[in-house]
């Protein structure tokens, strides 16, 4: 199947010189759950703009549903939903009205139980009559994700979608991420909270500097990328690394309580068992050992600072 959303070499350069998105092709497969990992300025928004018809490209080609985005843009655009990084809403508008009409805008007919289930799921029915303006941060950001349902999109991009929001949205929204993905919508998200793509993509994209530097499947990335750490408690408290232990990458807690012994997962042997042997040669005795994979967090901080570095 070909994928739902293409790019081939599409890149901007702003008006003042920024290049803000290098050559990129990207292949997003329909019903699949992609992450764009990337600091502030990696051009996120610069992409989904595009790909959106917000921002024209530079070079380069995007199709979504097989619509290039240019010259077929309504019909790429009207299988797209987008969640903006920015609240732009009209300040007056009722709720209803603001979702009914996103939903007309793109030429759907009148589905008033559609827009009742979105909203209920949102918890924004009882708020359907209040204007926009008389809306908390949080529940405006409820009413961009229901009109960007609206219209039964199969493209679903969350910019950014629970930055600076709280704990339930952050749930609501989890949720209905798991709801989408079972209609076999399709779903693009930027963050730069890790947790987020750990917990829900299936593929993870790294972007730093408009360049893509990695994409790849989420499981097999914390596998491949991912050192453990082996955690090990002292019975008794030291001061300081034996000397005997400094050939092993070994960090002391502040408490002198445990010590961290850093392994790659991919390498020949852990060097455990011989670290354990000398660590009773020196006299150390172990309350309890645990192990503990890194996380998306780590490696991709890893990832970025390697490539400012
Ligand atoms: N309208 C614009 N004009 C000029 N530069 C821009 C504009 N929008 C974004 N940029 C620049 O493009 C780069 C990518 O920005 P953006 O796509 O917003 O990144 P992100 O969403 O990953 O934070 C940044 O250097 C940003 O300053
Ligand atoms: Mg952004």
């Given at each position: 199947m070909?994928?739902i ?7 901007k350069?702003?008006?003042d010189g920024t290049?803000?998105l290098k050559?990129l ?5 329909e ?6 990992l990337?600091?502030?300025?990696a051009?996120k928004?610069t992409?989904?703009?595009?790909l959106?018809g ?5 070079s380069?080609?995007?199709r979504?549903?097989g ?8 019909d790429a655009?009207a299988?797209i939903g987008l969640v903006?990084q ?6 007056f508008?009722?709720v209803?009205d ?6 007309g805008l793109f ?10 289930d ?5 918890s924004?029915?009882?708020k359907?009559?209040s ?5 908390s941060?949080?529940m405006?950001?409820?009413v961009l994700?229901?009109?960007?349902l609206?219209?039964?999109p199969r493209v ?10 709280d704990?339930?949205?952050?749930r609501?929204?989890?949720n ?11 779903i ?6 890790i ?18 530097l990695?994409?790849?499947d ?11 750490t082996?955690?090990?408690?002292l ?7 034996p ?13 002198g309580?445990s010590?961290?012994y ?21 006299g150390?005795a172990?309350?309890d050992i645990?192990t503990?994979?890194?996380s998306?967090e780590?490696?991709f901080?890893?990832?970025?600072k390697g490539?400012?570095a």
């Amino acid at each position: 199947m070909p994928a739902i959303v293409e790019t081939r070499g599409l890149t901007k350069v702003y008006g003042d010189g920024t290049e803000a998105l290098k050559p990129l092709d990207l292949d997003i497969e329909e019903g699949e759950i992609l992450a764009l990992l990337g600091p502030n300025g990696a051009g996120k928004t610069t992409l989904i703009s595009m790909l959106c018809g917000l921002v024209s490209p530079s070079s380069g080609q995007a199709r979504v549903g097989g619509h290039d985005i240019i010259t077929r843009y309504r019909d790429a655009r009207a299988l797209i939903g987008l969640v903006p990084q920015e609240i732009a809403l009209e300040p007056f508008q009722k709720v209803w009205d603001a979702v009914r009409f996103t939903r007309g805008l793109f030429g759907q007919g009148r589905d008033d139980a559609h827009l009742e289930d979105v909203l209920r799921k949102l918890s924004l029915w009882d708020k359907r009559r209040s204007k926009v303006n008389e809306l908390s941060g949080g529940m405006k950001r409820r009413v961009l994700i229901a009109k960007a349902l609206s219209h039964n999109p199969r493209v679903l991009f969350l910019d950014e979608p629970t930055a600076g929001v709280d704990v339930d949205l952050r749930r609501d929204m989890w949720n209905m991420v798991a709801d989408l993905r079972r209609d076999g919508v399709t779903i693009i998200l930027t963050t730069h909270y890790i947790e987020e793509a750990e917990a829900i993509a299936d593929r993870v994209g790294v972007i730093n500097h408009g360049e893509l530097l990695l994409l790849e499947d989420k499981q097999a990335l914390m596998t491949r990328l991912g050192r453990k750490t082996l955690r090990i408690e002292l019975r008794r408290p030291v001061e300081a690394v034996p000397g005997g232990l400094s050939g092993y990458d070994l960090e002391l807690a502040e408490d002198g309580r445990s010590l961290s012994y850093h392994y790659d997962t991919q390498g020949e042997g852990t060097g455990i068992t011989a670290l354990l042997q000398d660590l009773s040669r020196e006299g150390l005795a172990l309350r309890d050992i645990h192990t503990r994979q890194s996380s998306l967090e780590e490696i991709f901080v890893d990832l970025v600072k390697g490539e400012d570095a």
